[in-house]
């Protein structure tokens, strides 16, 4: 008897009557359609969850990114503002009150002093930006807020022979600019021009340090006008500068400078019975209060305007820091107008000692 | 009626089959793009990181570090590694690593063309050889950090970057389309990084 296989027998259903026990049947199309529709619809919900968490984790990391940038560079920044020297030392005056390192080669054998006065060959000056920079490169459009220039010992110089000499002079300055950042970007770059507030700094090395020739402040404005400086981060959109003296001494820090300016090559009269040199003359000041506004690349992206400075950033540093005494009042200003927008932003303020300065108000 | 009870032939079968084959030619490509995107901009950020890092070290011990552009043969051939040196705290004659070697993703490398990488092109430290500790005689080219946080590099800053490639746009002389730059400011040694 040949082997057979044992017959099993599936429980038969009639046509078109459908229950459980029906295993023959295979899906039916509209069953595998709704099968890949709501299998769709789960991908697409997760694919939209990830994306939207994605997209947060994006802009929180953009602020971060942002903020690390700025207060890494509010540290070098204020580590080289307090090695800023002056190097000042006592000279005589004639009647004229023309010290005698400053005379002109051919009256110094005629020179008669008559006072003993602080002379410097070095300068430190900071005021308002628009004021301290009449000619701005081609790639800037504006300034905002104050600018501060110095000499400092950085041993910057253009010739890789003199790198060992640590204690080259160089002039220094910082100052906050709106512009486009295709000077600096290298040229195979094809991304169009950024148009960003930035906080630039000028560096020149020691070979083009032009500020024993020159007596004002072309110095550092020759420097700016040909385009010799550099961004050292991006979302800056203010820079305060405010000379004081320590807030013990003057909790107001009116002393001296009720404006923000300061500038130690000033031409203001000496005063007084005998006369006195103005306070600010060839010294530097004993503190600095340093304050950055950096906004996150979000709200700066969100706000760029092309080559036109953002409305809302002019429009909310409009009319402050001018008068020492309203600090306070200003920054508050300047935060609630920067929340009123919905732009994130951070402050970073420090007030630094410059060690060289040695000050006196007699 | 009966028609509900088949399972499915094989004509629908290889329909689906066709779809879905169709469907991942279209996708898989776009995949393996973003995966090669995804290297490049790891990879830039290692040689940004590593140049940061030697400023930091740079500033912080008082003594110049030397970044080193590392060579390796195996494909794709190309500066594929960075490792900072400076001068042993023993003898300053000699220079010894500060750290590992950090490579850059498989499949990408740093260009050496002149166009891509000026900086590499025209380093302050030529291309040499010198030994390698745990590699051996290794071909390397690279610049220096002063103490001051400034670099050897010349003063003309647009001009100092390397373009991080993938292996197939190594000999490439004009930017290629996925590329990420990283560019070194030669005064304040800070670094940027664009990714077109």
Redesign the interface.
């Known amino acids: 008897m040949p082997f057979r296989l044992p017959q099993f027998r599936l429980p038969r259903s009639k046509?078109?009557l459908r229950h459980a026990g029906d295993l023959?049947?295979?899906f039916?199309l509209l069953e595998v359609l709704a099968a890949a529709a709501l299998l769709l619809l789960i991908l697409a919900m997760t694919g939209a969850v990830v994306n939207s968490s994605s997209n947060v984790w994006r802009q929180a990391n953009a602020k971060i990114e942002t903020f690390q940038k700025a207060r890494e560079?509010f540290e070098?920044m204020t580590g080289h503002l307090a090695k800023a020297t002056l190097n000042t030392y006592w000279d005589y005056y004639d009647a004229n009150f023309t010290a005698f390192s400053s005379a002109n080669p051919a009256a110094v054998s005629n020179f008669d002093p008559k006072y003993y006065g602080r002379n410097s060959d070095l300068h430190f000056q900071c005021g308002r930006a628009s004021k301290l920079l009449p000619q701005l490169p081609a790639n800037l459009q504006e300034t905002s807020t104050h600018a501060v220039f110095f000499v400092s010992p950085?041993?910057?110089a253009?010739d890789?022979s003199h790198?060992g000499l640590?204690g080259l002079l160089s002039a220094c300055g910082y100052f906050v600019a709106f512009g486009d950042d295709s000077?600096?970007?290298?040229?195979?770059?094809?991304?169009p021009p950024r148009h960003r507030w930035r906080l630039m700094?000028v560096?020149e090395?020691v070979e083009d340090l032009k500020v024993f020739s020159a007596s004002g402040s072309s110095w550092f404005q020759n420097a700016v006008a040909q385009g010799r400086v550099?961004p050292?981060a991006e979302n800056v959109i203010a820079l305060i500068a405010w000379p004081r003296l320590p807030p013990q001494d003057d909790p107001d820090g009116t002393r001296i400078s009720a404006d923000y300016t300061y500038d130690s090559r000033t031409q203001a009269a000496w005063q007084g019975a005998p006369p006195r040199q103005p306070v600010q003359a060839h010294q530097l000041p004993p503190n600095l209060q340093v304050t950055l506004v950096a906004l996150d690349e979000v709200s700066a992206g969100r706000l760029e305007n092309g080559d036109t400075p953002p409305e809302e950033i002019t429009a909310a540093l409009a009319g402050l820091f001018e008068d020492v005494s309203k600090y306070e009042e200003d920054l508050n200003t300047l935060k609630t107008r920067l929340a009123d927008k919905h732009i994130g932003f951070r402050i970073f303020s420090a007030i630094l000692s410059l060690k060289e300065s040695k000050w006196t108000e007699s | 009626?009966?028609s509900?009870?088949?399972?499915?032939s094989l004509l629908e079968l290889l329909a689906v089959i066709a779809i879905v084959a169709v469907l991942s030619v279209l996708v898989v490509p776009s995949f393996t793009h973003i995966a090669a995107g995804n290297a490049l901009t790891r990879g830039a950020q290692v040689v940004a990181d590593q140049v940061q890092l030697a400023r930091q070290i740079a500033a912080g011990r008082n003594r110049d570090v030397q970044v080193r552009f590392v060579w390796r043969d195996d494909e794709p051939a190309g500066y594929r590694g960075v490792q900072l040196w400076s001068s042993s705290p023993t003898n300053v004659t000699e220079y010894v690593p500060l750290s590992r070697i950090a490579w850059l993703p498989e499949g990408t490398l740093i260009s050496s063309s002149a166009?891509?990488s000026p900086l590499i092109a025209h380093s302050?430290i030529p291309e040499t050889t010198a030994d390698f500790p745990g590699r051996g005689p290794t071909k390397f080219c690279g610049f220096r950090f002063?103490?001051?946080?400034?670099t050897?590099l010349n003063?003309n800053?647009?001009?100092d970057?390397v373009?991080v490639v993938r292996g197939a746009d190594a000999e490439a002389t004009?930017?290629p389309p996925n590329c990420a730059?990283v560019?070194v400011?030669p005064?304040?040694g800070?670094v940027?990084t664009?990714r077109?």
């Open positions: 046509p078109g023959t049947r295979g039916t560079v070098v950085t041993g910057l253009a890789p790198s640590s000077a600096y970007k290298p040229g195979i770059v094809p991304t700094e560096t090395p550099r050292v | 009626m009966n509900s009870r088949h399972a499915f166009e891509l302050p002063r103490a001051s946080g400034r050897d003063f800053s647009a001009n970057y373009t004009a930017a730059i560019q400011d005064v304040n800070h940027r664009y077109p």
